[in-house]
């Protein structure tokens, strides 16, 4: 085994020379030998001894236990102090700089042997505990790394599950959409175009004998013919307002508001529209007239209220959509809890404003209304005001 190597620290030549014999003859290596406290430093960082033995009176600025303090603050070598004095104070100071032992002047070789010793396995033992708190703290870092992941997978679990749930939705909703424009187009278009193919066939029969009667069919015809033009402008205006790509999406609201109080004449719409549509990116139009859409639906459907606040605003670079009844409200997580959630409104409205770069709130509380809140940015121009 490599000999231990020490340092010696004494500013007395002769009895470091005495030190250096017994360390010799007790089979340590001398690595070097400082006699001020600068020099101990310089020579504890760059010898790396396993020990050092210090003299606690050292001539110069340091004595022996300000440079074990500097020592100990810069690598962890056991210091064992050396001195001819055993008073209460120099013992209580060099306590605090947590030395590995304290011989008095004169020693024996066997006395400094045990010393050296000691202080050896103390080092040892305290290098191998730190090793082991380390190895503590790794393993707690893991276990929380490892408790991180499953909650992330779980939340992943989650999503993953909700996409499911809500492609399926979807599915069914386009499938119940198609129904519903299947039987609308076969109850009111359909059976338009019956009505005239029919009266058509009677007039071509009346032709040459019942010139007036075939007049007066044809006005009948004329009628029925507007009237199926009309239907099918308000199926297709139902399916995707072409009031938005006529006349912009400002304009539409207004219409679906309108539309919106013949129906309910019981629930007020106070309507602020406070921005210019050139402010509102094309894309963004559809967005914002499908989330004012639902919200009024719901307000129809379950607010029992008598005012509903629309507000479209442009505000320090953004766009603010708010539509607020002052109805019924609901517990939201409630609902969720006992899995009454299983409309597609609330969701839809949340994926479109997200996927559109928006944000999206609903605030609601039994007693307390409903809100639906989104804004996004508004959409930039360059300086030729082009998009
Ligand atoms: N304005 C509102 N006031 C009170 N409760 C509401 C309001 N809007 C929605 N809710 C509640 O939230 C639930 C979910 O609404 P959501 O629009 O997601 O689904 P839905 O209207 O039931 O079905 P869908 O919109 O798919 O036809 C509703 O069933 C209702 O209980
Ligand atoms: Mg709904």
Not at 112 to 130: G, Q, S, T, V
Request: proline residues 2%; aromatic residues 4%.
């Amino acid at each position: 085994m490599a000999k231990k190597r020490i340092l010696i620290v004494e500013d007395e030549f002769i009895v470091a020379q005495d030190i250096r014999s017994s360390l010799d003859r007790l089979g340590y290596a001398v690595c070097g030998v400082a006699s001020t406290g600068e020099t101990a430093i310089r020579m504890a960082v760059e010898l790396r001894p396993d020990a050092i033995l210090m003299d606690v009176v050292l001539k110069g600025d340091m004595d022996g236990i300000e440079t074990t303090r500097h020592i100990r603050g810069k690598v962890g070598i056991p210091v064992i102090y050396l001195s001819a004095y055993a008073d209460v104070g120099t013992l209580e100071r060099a306590q605090v700089t947590d030395s590995f032992g304290y011989l008095l002047k004169p020693f024996r070789d066997r006395e400094l042997d045990a010393n050296i010793r000691m202080a050896l396995f103390r080092a040892e033992i305290e290098e191998k505990l730190k090793a082991a708190e380390k190895i503590i703290d790794l393993n707690e870092y893991l276990r929380q790394e490892i408790a991180r992941r499953h909650q992330m997978e779980s939340q992943l679990d989650e999503t993953s599950r909700q996409l499911r749930l809500l492609s399926s939705r979807l599915l069914d909703a386009q499938e119940q959409e198609r129904k519903l424009l299947a039987d609308e187009i076969h109850d009111s278009i359909g059976s338009s175009l019956a009505a005239i193919k029919f009266s058509l066939e009677e007039t071509v029969h009346h032709l040459n004998q019942d010139r007036d009667g075939v007049l007066e069919n044809m006005q009948k015809i004329i009628s029925m013919v507007q009237e199926a033009i009309e239907e099918s402008r308000r199926i297709s205006s139902s399916l995707r307002p072409s009031l938005i790509d006529d006349l912009g999406l400002l304009p539409t609201i207004r219409w679906l508001c309108e539309e919106f109080q013949k129906v309910y004449s019981d629930i007020r719409i106070e309507r602020t529209l406070d921005i210019r549509e050139k402010n509102i990116a094309e894309a963004l139009k559809i967005v914002i007239y499908r989330i004012i859409q639902e919200s009024l639906n719901n307000a129809a459907k379950y607010s029992n209220a008598d005012a509903v606040q629309l507000t479209l605003t442009k505000e320090t670079e953004r766009i603010h959509l708010s539509v607020a009844d002052n109805g019924v409200g609901c517990d939201l997580d409630q609902l969720e809890k006992e899995g009454q959630l299983t409309g597609m409104g609330l969701r839809s409205m949340q994926e479109r404003a997200h996927f559109s770069g928006g944000w999206f709130e609903i605030r609601t509380a039994p007693g307390r209304g409903m809100a639906i809140m989104a804004s996004w940015p508004t959409k930039r121009l360059t300086s030729d005001g082009s998009h």
